[in-house]
């Protein structure tokens, strides 16, 4: 396959010669970012100081595809011939580690096929859009900055029969109000819905201080089984953990559903996906509290304390 390379432009790209003016709408030196931030970081870095030494040469694949680049042989106007460039191939074979891994699929461990050639590249068979069914799983997660834990709240649950089920009843009862004026009733500890999951901070490791997010348990009795999540999205069968950062302060709403779409060829597909939006907004009142005083007069029905 042959082509013509030409230098990779974008937005915001330094200079190449000196004494030319840079554009001023994109400016890579003022991106914000944490100390954890490596994403960031990385792209500053590329765009300020590799960005003018790579080229691009379009290249026609197949959709659905995994390809790997073989051979690359280079011929400029200095010099007729053609010369061969180290590759990823050559690289991998000395001593050391390659550092510079973007956009690459590794081949599986083991496979002798893959030993001493270049990274792969896949290449989905994406389509434009799709239809998309109401939604058969709905998980809202929230912050609990007052219990300081996150819950995951299952809104909506599809049963083996195929029946969606809600779970949006209200937040029970803890305790009893006081009967006669002038009088206080203690509470322990408050009741929690039997679709409200606590996501307790942990750390995986002693070694790492990053926290991840677990799927807790919450008793009503001793001798009680604790309830279990429904769906698929909260794992019932197995424990399950959610990055710390993917529960925004506003929460987060996740759902699970059908969706339906024709391929270039016209063939059908069909297969339940997943999406993640924003959800309502930051949790006013935590559900759980612990040893709590009411007086007369008693709280409004349907109201926690």
Known sequence: MRGLVSPLRFPGQPAARFWELEEGEVYFGDLQGGAADLNRAILGAYAAVAGDDWFVMPVRLPRGHVARVARVRVRDNFDPGWHGIESTVVNDAKEG?????????????????????????????????????????????????????????ERRSLRPSGRVIEASYPVPQSGKDPEYEGDWSYVLGTDVPDHWFPLVPVRLTDQNDEITLRRGQIRDAVDQDPPRAKGVLLTPDRPFYIDEAEVPHGGARVTRGWRFARGADGSRHLWMGRRKEPSTGPMALSPLSFDTLRGWPPRPKGKSG
């Open 97 to 153: 580690r390659r550092v510079w891994r973007a956009f690459e699929h590794r081949a599986p461990e083991g496979d002798n096929d893959a030993e001493g050639t270049s990274p792969l590249l896949l290449i989905p068979p994406i389509i434009v859009s799709a239809e998309r069914s109401a939604p058969v799983e709905e998980v809202h997660f929230r912050r609990d900055e007052i219990a300081n834990l996150a819950w995951a709240i």
